[in-house]
């Protein structure tokens, strides 16, 4: 049963907003991204040239913090990747 023209327009409406809420959402963690690698890169590279103690320790200190926190940013980049997706295969 097709769906009544005002309804399905109020539907399609619907859709169209969490689309571009979530095309937002996907610019905010690009950004998120493109910033955390940079950060780490700059403190890579301070690592580079100094002495021991001024360090970032990697593992469990706050360079690993920033690469565990890059990674979860990926996942989320994925995450909302594949429900654009599947809403433009579907036809939203």
Same mark, same amino acid.
């Given at each position: #049963? =097709?769906?009544?023209?005002?309804?399905?327009k109020f539907? /399609?409406?619907?859709k169209d907003r969490d689309?571009?809420?979530?095309?937002?959402?996907?610019?905010k963690v690009r950004s998120s991204i493109e910033d955390m690698n940079e950060?780490?890169?700059? #403190? =890579?590279?301070?690592?580079?040239y100094?002495?021991?103690? /001024?360090?970032?320790?990697?593992d469990g200190g706050q360079l690993g913090g920033y690469k565990r926190r890059l990674e979860e940013l990926?996942?989320?980049?994925?995450?909302?990747?594949r429900k654009l997706g599947e809403?433009?295969?579907g036809g939203a």
């Open positions: #049963m =097709e769906t009544p023209g005002p309804i399905r539907i /399609d409406g619907l689309k571009e809420k979530q095309n937002e959402e996907l610019a950060l780490i890169g700059n #403190m =890579e590279v301070f690592d580079n100094s002495s021991g103690a /001024d360090k970032h320790n990697e990926r996942a989320k980049e994925r995450e909302l990747m809403d433009i295969k």
